[in-house]
């Protein structure tokens, strides 16, 4: 069976949801390529950035533009359609539960990735005595690590007391073995007071263990607080926040969850952090009025009565264009029967893609240690288990000047034809093939393409 056999058994498999969604095309990219038609849709393997904009969301939007025009201020309590804007975050909480594994007193739509972390460590870093440090990876994204560090810094430590865990220093080795995290935990166990890892690290497509981590260090520093940055994670793997004992999460929507670009975020926090929440009875944190008691809100009170749910960790009331952006996209991954079913069409497309890819002449095995070969390395795990829809892939030699490294000079290849992905400087290029709107046809064209470059530019390199 040929590859192109195979993908277009596995499509007749698997169905696409690329209909639900605007796709750009040559013409809208501002490409122009005589080999094909200006209509001709890209291959868009980007959605681990930013994810495409379901067909709805622009009806959604209107709706509420109407609103406005219409009725003004009164769509707060007399909307003329829909959901009147003081609730309007609430149809987001039934949706979003399934998604991250939890129930509907532990989510909430609010905020921005990095400023709903950072609202979270403040409540929940609660540095004493010895117990005073953070763990993390050492390649967190720049965000995360800015976070931790005023964190402890706001409690008058320094960089000293952030704990970060590094790749072992083995030939070809490109992510963390759970293992060296549970290893550097235990050796550091009577000074940790938060632990927080990404549930996907950004840069090599690594899925962490968070169910294995969670569980590890609860089990054996009760104490410990635990949380997790799923900005890669949700809506692309199967999670199961409340199950695995979590106590906080952080994430952004405009990723696989396609709200739309620096939309509104979410968080989780675990029900027995809140379900005591009275006025008489709650931990400090952040706040503001939209995290009180919804029957008093207005009566302007000088009382916190916080919420007694995820929701008391609101603080303004969420911006209704990007709660209804969101809602479009929740409602379709309702529809096709959640993550679960994404996620199983999503390992065989990676699988798909990552066996096509090491049969290339230009792969180089990730152990082969040879820096100025010609080729490109995958830096993702290769057990599908431990990937999510990312493919990371290491272009070498290096050149400094970008006009002659190779990762520059595929990516313009790729772009060309309109193959649309994202670089991450200095060498890597990440796919990331997505279940709601890619097919396994167009997954084998991106990478026939990336052949082709790499063909073309081989000679530069001898």
Known sequence: MTLKEKAEKLDKIYPTHAHLFHIPTFETLGIENANFHPTTPSIY??????????????????EQLDAW??????S??????????????????????????????????????????????????????????????????????YAFLNMVQLFGYDESHLIQVEVDAAPGKTYLETESILRVFDAHADEVALVCFPGIQYYTGQLFDMERITHYVKHKQPEVVVGWDLA???GNVELHLHEWGVDFAAWCSYKYLNSGPGAIAGIYVHEKHTVDNTHKKYTPRLAGWWGNNSEDRFKMLEKFDPIASALSYRQSNPSVIDCVALQSSLQIFEHVGGVATLRRKSLDLTRFLWDILVESKYYIPQNEINETKFGFKILTPKDP??????????????????????????????????????????DVIRLAPLPLYNTFNETLVAATRLFEALELLAKDYV
């Open 76 to 145: 707060h309590f007399n909307h003329p359609t829909g959901t009147n804007w003081v609730d309007v975050d609430l149809p987001l909480v039934h949706l979003l539960a399934p998604i991250v594994g939890c129930n509907e007193r532990e989510v909430c739509a609010m905020g921005s990735l990095t400023s709903n972390l950072n609202a979270l460590l403040i409540h929940f870093y609660k540095p004493q005595g010895r117990r005073t440090k953070i763990l993390f990876e050492k390649h967190a994204f720049p965000s995360d690590y």
């Open 45 to 62: 393997l980007c959605g681990n950035s930013l994810g495409l904009m379901p067909k709805q969301t622009r009806r959604a939007i209107t």
């Open 385 to 426: 288990q431990q990937r999510g829809s990312q493919l990371s892939l290491l272009f070498q030699p290096h050149r400094d000047d970008k006009r002659e490294n190779v990762m520059e000079r595929v990516f313009e290849h790729l772009h060309r034809h309109a193959i649309i992905c994202d670089e991450r400087r200095p």
């Open 69 to 74: 025009s219409a009725r003004a201020v009164e």
């Open 232 to 234: 890669h994670a949700v």
